[in-house]
């Protein structure tokens, strides 16, 4: 399977602790986006990495949020001292940029639960 | 944040035409128009997205207004498989979902 996973799939931690969640590209594809979502309403972005370099991240929710993709490939989202609204979906998305846009391809999200 | 409108929710026959209609009245000429859809438990799945042409795929196409304020999704024979959360977007490089059209399918 080429496409973009993620893991772990469900993800269920008691409030205050920290989580990682891991997200793989599309092997060529430069471009990876993190996007939360949670029920009832659309993706919404988080930040997004070109490469190894983090372009945009004043979106991040907090900075209890941090995101890294140390070799330009897999991306890593922690999260640090949970709380209850941090319960959703984390989705990730890779694209390749070609001309003037790029379609983003969504791997399956991790489901997070804060107890 | 760029904003799309549409109508919260549709219906349709299944092997029945469906026109998605989409709303993006402050696009700017660099703009892309961007169609992805959700169906239930899984991550946004890519249909069309076009600047200025009408656009063709295999899924989908895409009209777009004259003007660009406004654009359809045209599905061509809806099926089953095809009830999902329908999301019209313009962008940028970060993708601002909305809350996208709920289209259910009948038999």
């Known amino acids: 399977d080429t496409g973009v996973s993620q893991n772990p799939r469900h993800k269920i931690t008691k409030r205050g602790q920290n989580v990682t969640f891991r997200c793989d590209p599309i092997s060529e594809h430069n471009r990876l986006y993190w996007y939360r979502q949670t029920l009832g309403q659309g993706p919404e972005f988080l930040t997004y990495?070109?490469?190894?370099?983090?372009?945009?991240k004043s979106r991040l929710l907090s900075d209890r949020f941090s995101a890294e993709r140390p070799k330009g490939s897999f991306s890593t989202l922690e999260i640090q001292r949970t709380e209850q609204g941090d319960s959703a979906m984390y989705l990730c998305?890779?694209?390749?940029?070609?001309?003037?846009?790029?379609?983003?391809?969504f791997g399956p999200g991790t489901r997070l639960t804060v107890l | 944040d760029a904003k799309t409108t549409q109508p919260n929710s549709m219906e349709s026959n299944e092997e029945e035409p469906v026109h998605l209609p989409c709303n993006h009245s402050t696009i700017s000429g660099t703009d892309y128009i961007h169609w992805y859809r959700q169906l239930p438990s899984q991550g946004p799945e890519y249909v069309i997205h076009g600047l200025t042409s009408n656009v063709n795929n295999r899924m989908a196409s895409l009209a777009i207004a004259e003007d660009r304020k406004s654009s359809t999704l045209i599905l061509h024979r809806a099926t089953l498989r095809d009830a999902a959360v329908y999301y019209c977007i313009q962008s940028g490089y970060a993708l601002n979902f909305g809350k996208g059209t709920s289209l259910l399918v009948t038999p």
């Open positions: 990495f070109q490469n190894e370099a983090q372009l945009e």
């Open positions: 998305a890779s694209s390749l940029v070609v001309g003037g846009t790029d379609t983003q391809y």
